[in-house]
């Protein structure tokens, strides 16, 4: 797909020359996407304003890349999902043969999800580790001063004993080797998931509170509940299953004969 053509079909273009209202409108939309209503028709929506994002802002710190692509890889299992809200209980029967193939192809698709992932941070370790700065340890020290992405002055004086010790040698080893361990965690026992989760988690808390990376370190995390958390355990909001008066959909997929 050439440039012009993703330029000419950004959301943008609905709002020439008032990006503050496409602000708004994208928030108030993304509420909607959170909110479950029709999966089938705003996992369309989420793709399109993400991949609108990623080719059209001007200041991008990786995150808007990573949530194209993600949310292109999911869209099989949104187009699938035929129910009002995504906290409903599926419409199909489950047992039929439509149900079974809606459960394979989610399977599918998770799992290449994860394979994604543990390319992304697979990748970003194997390439640190052949610069010296990373090698040696002392590469966080030297990212920190960087005048546009580095930490503030005032987190400097806060930090300034701890980047200038011995100690830096081990946080910036300790980024590298969570990220190893991220690349490869799919390959431990399930019942281990939780502990790579965890750890993700926390390496991107960090990067945001530290360098401001929101948008990149919240998507990432929401990659890592997506591909950490297995799907026989998928995130139970039993509050709002009750809201809607129905069972939850994870009681249904341990229930049915794919599992």
Not at 242 to 253: A, G
Request: positive net charge; aromatic residues 14%; proline residues 4%.
């Amino acid at each position: 797909m050439s440039q012009n053509l993703v330029r000419k079909i950004s959301f943008f273009n609905l709002f020439p020359n008032h990006l503050e209202v496409a602000r708004w409108v994208i928030v108030i939309v993304m509420l909607i996407v959170m909110s479950g209503w029709r999966p089938r028709i705003t996992g369309i929506i989420h793709f399109w304003i993400a991949c609108s994002v990623f080719n059209s802002a001007v200041l991008l710190d990786g995150g808007e890349q990573v949530l194209t692509v993600m949310t292109l890889i999911l869209l099989p299992i949104t187009l699938l999902d035929d129910r009002k809200w995504h906290w409903s209980k599926p419409e199909t029967k489950a047992g039929s043969a439509a149900y079974l193939y809606k459960v394979m192809a989610a399977h599918i698709v998770i799992n290449f999800a994860r394979l994604q992932l543990s390319i992304l941070y697979g990748q970003a370790a194997i390439q640190r580790l052949k610069n010296p700065e990373w090698v040696d340890g002392t590469a966080v020290y030297y990212f920190f001063q960087m005048p546009m992405l580095g930490i503030t002055d005032t987190m400097k004086a806060l930090l300034n004993q701890i980047l200038t010790s011995p100690f830096v040698f081990f946080i910036t080893w300790g980024v590298t080797i969570v990220e190893l361990f991220l690349a490869f965690g799919f390959l431990a026992p399930r019942n281990r998931w939780k502990y790579f989760l965890a750890s993700g988690v926390f390496l991107h808390l960090g990067i945001a509170v530290l360098l401001g990376l929101w948008t990149f370190s919240l998507t990432m995390i929401a990659c890592l509940i997506v591909s950490y958390v297995p799907e026989e355990k998928m995130l139970e909001l039993k509050w709002l299953s009750k809201w809607f008066n129905r069972k939850d959909v994870s009681t249904e997929l341990q229930n049915s004969p794919a599992q």
